[in-house]
């Protein structure tokens, strides 16, 4: 294919020396608390299972113990040990009773270890740890981040027991770093709480990433050489080159629907040619020859081909460059399709998860609930036309049902807060559910019971969905175009 210079959106490839795991002060109850539920039949590649000495080549210990400024008369200390057959770190802090809050962590130098990994390529980081009740925090130090005081971070909870967490990759948000680590090649632990004295402790028995296995349909050589290999088909072969037909191409691997059939144009470059994605469907990274930017599947890792910009071929610039060997096409009369309307604060930040969730179409952010007309972001703001900053997902249900999304409309934002979202505040940004049949009202419902049955003080509108109003261009897939994540949506395992 066609080689241009081009602007690689950010990518998750990263030296392992870069991983951290990093705690940072007064982040607040918001971030992601990943669960213990175990994601049933994964593969791992395992960090660290703690069996290695405790001592590297020269002598110094393999893990050791940051401290924190955290007040008077505090205790830390980390150790390796073991227990009925069991390696495992320990790290543990005594709270000063001067303060009402505490740092404990510890690090390791990776500095031997060399190996190259795809975060993409895996679904989050799994850890087998118990240790008492708190929150601790996972951080990725990754080569996308714009510098040294820069990390991607993630919240789990820990309980007495021996459990294995899952935190997944979508879930990690980049935040700053007040002070520069003392080495770029750490892996770390950490946890702050805010609490009375006592200690805070973590038994960590292993580390490493997961991938879910999942069922990928049979290639044939040829398919296995261009998906797999990364190679590329004869310009001019591909069954789609000249097809035009009104439907969706999915990923031929796993089925992910990857490009809608109006994003196609002709580019007489011997390829499919599409200057718009499925919102989340491909990921961009740099090609092994240097030049080029390399497009992949989200969900499965196919190589699909290769995306160019500034070629002005049309309004958006872009030119996504396929092998039609890399998609099949389903048209649209046997593509089934349902609407739901979620509203949870700003709608930059609920879009961002809905879109990366398999079995969902597409996604329009916009303005519902209010009594103006094609209100504008400017009338909404002044919180007195009544909307609320919603999103419209389509997708489908022979994918993911609306109970799945409305859980994770639940599990992404605070649904306990009243008519706002972190530090956006508002009716606007309230919290809400607009219901398009009596089914979609049942479900919704039966979600909040279930929730204050658990003890959450739910503040969820549920309310009969109305005219919904398309908010300005800028606003559509925000996070996608900026290469942000959001600033007041995090995921967290409830159900």
């Not at 990725?140 to 935190?167: P, S």
């Not at 349902?338 to 879009?351: L, P």
Request: net charge neutral; charged share 25%.
């Amino acid at each position: 294919m066609k080689a241009q210079k081009t602007i690689s959106k950010k990518h998750w490839t990263f030296t392992l020396p870069f991983l951290c795991v990093f705690t940072a002060l007064l982040l607040g109850g918001w971030l992601l608390s990943a669960g213990e539920e175990a994601i049933p039949s994964v593969n791992k590649v395992v960090i660290d299972d703690f069996t290695r000495e405790t001592k590297d080549a020269k002598g110094n210990l393999r893990w050791t113990l940051v401290v924190g400024q955290t007040g008077d008369n505090t205790i830390s200390d980390v150790e390796s040990a073991q227990d009925k057959g069991r390696s495992f770190l320990h790290i543990k802090k005594l709270v000063s009773p001067r303060r009402n809050w505490y740092l404990a962590c510890a690090r390791t130098d990776l500095a031997d270890n060399n190996d190259i990994l795809n975060v993409a390529a895996c679904d989050g980081i799994y850890l087998l740890a118990k240790g008492k009740p708190a929150m601790w925090i996972l951080g990725l130090w990754m080569n996308d981040t714009k510098g040294k005081t820069q990390l991607y971070q993630a919240q789990f909870e820990l309980k007495n027991q021996w459990q294995e967490i899952h935190v997944p990759i979508r879930s990690f948000r980049i935040l700053p770093v007040k002070k520069t680590l003392d080495s770029k090649e750490v892996l770390w632990f950490g946890s702050t709480e805010r609490s009375k004295q006592g200690t805070i402790e973590i038994f960590l028995d292993e580390i490493g990433f997961y991938r879910e296995q999942r069922m990928y349909n049979k290639l044939t050589p040829e398919e296995e050489w261009i998906i797999i290999n990364k190679g590329t088909e004869r310009p001019f072969s591909g069954k789609y080159n000249n097809y035009f037909e009104k439907g969706v191409y999915t990923c031929k691997r796993c089925g992910a629907e990857l490009f809608e059939s109006d994003a196609k144009f002709k580019s007489e470059c011997g390829w499919p040619s599409f200057d718009e994605q499925i919102p989340g469907a491909a990921k961009w990274q740099p090609d092994a020859d240097g030049v080029r930017t390399e497009i992949i599947c989200v969900r499965c890792g196919a190589h699909l081909g290769h995306v160019f910009l500034g070629e002005g071929i049309t309004p958006k610039n872009t030119r996504y460059c396929v092998n039609s060997i890399s998609m099949n096409f389903t048209p649209a009369e046997n593509r089934k399709t349902e609407r739901a309307i979620f509203a949870s604060g700003c709608f930059w930040g609920t879009e961002f998860y809905f879109q990366a969730t398999s079995g969902v179409i597409s996604t329009t952010v916009g303005y519902t609930g209010g009594h103006v007309d094609n209100p504008t972001y400017k009338q909404v703001c002044t919180d007195m036309t009544g909307h609320a900053e919603a999103v419209e997902v389509v997708y489908d249900p022979s994918k993911i049902s609306y109970e799945q999304l409305a859980k994770l409309f639940f599990e992404t934002h605070d649904f306990t807060q009243f008519n706002r979202q972190g530090p956006d505040i508002g009716t606007q940004y309230r919290s809400a559910i607009f219901y398009l049949n009596d089914q979609q009202k049942q479900i919704a419902t039966q979600l909040v019971d279930t929730l204050r049955k658990k003890g959450y003080d739910v503040k969820t509108q549920i309310a009969p969905a109305d005219k919904f109003w398309p908010a300005e261009e800028y606003h559509h897939d925000y996070y996608t175009k900026t290469g942000k994540t959001p600033y007041c949506h995090t995921y967290r395992k409830i159900f």
